[in-house]
């Protein structure tokens, strides 16, 4: 178990640079997301802790030792793979004991380290199979079995659970919850998918296009985001941006027609804004206080909550109603945000405008 | 999913399949009964006479030391060949497999030498290897060596071993690097975590991974090492010195077309068809099971 820390870690392919300068420290047992994109360059950051990727400038920390220059293998790290990488010509007890093996345990010592990992896996009774006669979850779980065996300083994940179904990802992430709490090993953890950053996470880098947007623990990012690029990212369904221009006195003319009240930020009169209202931060009001009017164009009801999709000048805005609640397709809804939870960005560099 | 076919009448599946046929029958089947059949015929050497004299030929082949020689010839130089050629091409797979810049020109050249006929891969050789005009021969001399395939059996041998190995790479290291890239990145990314440094990430985890591939090459090594080879040794070696480089496949022809003593030819013929049999037998059985993992 240790800490991680990045120091200005940049990596470039020839003049080309990728990712521009990360800076950030990991706490011992602390489970970090990276998400982002898909090429925003999280994967690559990850391989670079790992010893995939070469560190082209700064320094990637691991306890007390600065790794650039360390081998995969002398890292102390453990990797799970989005595709497993599974050794298919071993059964899964010698996937999990080929590395313990390399490193000269005992015999003894190997064997009571893979049955600890398969009881936390309840991999148990698949030890003696072959990965190709295994589902898909139980790959995965070999994949982890063979990364907590070793007993690293760090685990790395990346992508483990896309190559599986909806269903299935929900458990794994639990199972992977599960392990981590057992284990309290630091990890590093890569996705795309915003909802196992926001479930999984005790903080959150958020990436994109090689920087590190906002880095945070997912409440944090989710009601404070730095950016609009972190506001539309994060949340399901995603944050409604409708441009506009600041009218004075804490209020926001919408291009698309409408005025929207805000409690934060002030905007200079006649400068442009991009307004960020979340779709559960919306709800129905009287067409007098009304910031958004327009028709329903699509009502996805999903039992817990309904969305209803409405038609504010050429854009769509999307408002999460109560379960309840059905508006009739071709309809005129009425729409205001809770004004303490108006988002306005900088329409020219995206960045939050707060006070 | 098995995809079927239903013809609707009875004769136009047969004779689509009939061309085929044709050329088995008359190219295989045919021969291959006339070689039977002449196996167990002794006939002078002017075709004047003939007598049917059912396994004679098979029994004086078994007394002849001669014969039993060849066998031992071509079970070395089949095994160097196998050995060695695998040997090299999966090295060299293994480098090109690696090569990040200029790959495509690598790979072209290595394959080039499939492209050379047979005969004339034995002649570079020999004009390599002569010992009066060779180039090499010279070099060797010159270091004291005192090379001459002409008269010396292991020379001559290492000779055809050579040629034989050179022009079979090409073929091993095609499959071998299709072996090498169909093994996913992401294992030996695992291994290297894992604290497998490079030899030990061939050894457990790229060869295992490749025997599918190994096997088949032996397999197909051997035949070639067996009967391909005919023209490497004819236009090199003939054979000699001494018998020491004539394989079976060479002394089918010798005896046949120089020694005009056509039933031992034929039967010689019939005892490497059940050898090439036996290796196709051997071939599909552990293709069928494959190696498993």
């Not at chain 1, 700064?58 to 081998?71: K, M």
């Not at chain 2, 060695?84 to 810049?101: C, H, I, K, N, P």
């Not at chain 2, 001494?242 to 394989?247: C, L």
Request: with cysteine; charged share 15%; hydrophobic share 50%.
């Amino acid at each position: 178990m240790a800490k991680l820390a990045f120091r200005d870690v940049r990596k470039s392919y020839g003049a080309h640079e990728v990712i521009h300068g990360i800076t950030t420290d990991v706490d011992d047992g602390e489970f970090v997301v990276i998400v982002g994109p898909s090429g925003c360059g999280k994967s690559t950051l990850l391989r670079m802790v790992a010893g995939l990727e070469e560190i082209s400038a700064g320094e990637i920390v691991i306890g007390d030792r600065v790794v650039n220059r360390l081998e995969p293998k002398d890292r102390d790290i453990a990797m799970v793979f989005q595709n497993y990488a599974l050794y298919p010509h071993m059964s899964v007890f010698e996937n999990m004991a080929y590395g313990l093996k390399i490193r000269g345990f005992a015999k003894d010592d190997i064997k009571a380290r893979v049955d600890r990992a398969a009881g936390i896996l309840e991999l148990a009774p698949l030890l003696e199979r072959r990965p190709r006669q295994l589902s898909g979850g139980q790959r995965q779980r070999v994949a982890m079995g063979r990364a907590i065996v070793r007993e690293p300083a760090a685990f790395l994940f990346d992508e483990p659970l896309s190559n599986l179904d909806a269903k299935l990802r929900v458990q794994m992430r639990f199972e992977i919850q599960k392990m981590h709490r057992q284990t309290g090993t630091t990890s590093l953890y890569v996705t795309h998918d915003q909802v196992e950053a926001m479930t999984l996470a005790h903080r959150m880098i958020v990436m994109n296009a090689g920087r590190a947007e906002q880095i945070g623990a997912p409440m944090e990012v989710y009601a404070n985001p730095a950016t609009q690029f972190v506001a539309g990212f994060i949340g399901s369904p995603a944050m409604n941006f409708l441009p506009g221009k600041g009218a004075g006195a804490g209020r926001v003319a919408l291009d698309a027609g409408g005025i929207v009240m805000h409690a934060s930020g002030t905007v200079d009169t006649g400068k442009s804004v991009v307004v960020g209202i979340r779709p559960e931060h919306l709800a129905p009001c009287s067409a007098a206080d009304a910031a958004i009017t327009g028709s329903v164009e699509l009502v996805e009801q999903l039992g817990a909550d309904t969305l209803a999709h409405v038609s504010h000048g050429g854009a769509m805005v999307v408002a999460r109603l109560p379960g309840g609640s059905m508006p009739d397709v071709g309809t005129t809804l009425t729409l205001a945000p809770d004004p303490a939870r108006v988002y306005l960005f900088d329409a020219a560099t995206g960045a939050r405008i707060a006070t | 999913m098995e995809k079927r076919v239903v013809f609707r009448s009875s004769w136009l599946p047969y004779a689509l399949i009939a061309p085929q046929m044709a050329i088995t029958l008359v190219f295989f089947f045919w021969p291959a009964s006339q070689a039977l059949w002449q196996s167990m015929l002794l006939q002078d050497a002017f075709a004047a006479k003939t007598q049917f004299v059912w396994f004679d030929n098979f029994k004086d082949l078994f007394a002849d030391p001669r014969y039993l020689a060849s066998f031992r010839v071509t079970a070395v130089f089949s095994t160097l060949v196998t050995v060695l050629g695998l040997t090299l091409s999966l090295l060299l797979a293994a480098f090109a497999d690696r090569v990040v810049r200029f790959g495509a020109v690598y790979k072209t050249l290595l394959i080039w030498p499939y492209a050379v006929a047979t005969a004339v891969a034995a002649i570079l050789f020999v004009f390599l290897l002569n010992p009066t005009i060779g180039v090499v021969s010279l070099l060797l001399h010159a270091m004291g060596v005192d090379w001459n395939y002409l008269i010396n059996p292991t020379h001559a041998m290492i000779l055809v071993v050579i040629a034989a190995v050179w022009k079979q790479i090409s073929y091993n290291f095609l499959f071998f690097l299709a072996g090498l890239q169909a093994i996913p990145k992401s294992l030996l990314e695992a291994a290297a975590i894992d604290g497998a440094g490079p030899a030990r990430r061939f050894w457990t985890i790229v060869f295992p991974l490749l025997s599918p591939t190994t096997f088949f090459l032996v397999v197909v090594n051997i035949v070639y090492a067996f009967f391909d080879t005919f023209g490497i040794i004819d236009a090199s070696t003939s054979g000699g010195p001494v018998q020491a480089t004539t394989t079976l496949v060479f002394k089918v022809y010798q005896d046949g077309t120089q020694a005009m003593d056509l039933g031992s030819s034929a039967a010689q013929s019939v005892i490497l068809m059940a050898i090439v049999v036996t290796l196709t037998v051997v071939q599909f059985r552990f293709i069928e099971r494959k190696v498993q993992y």
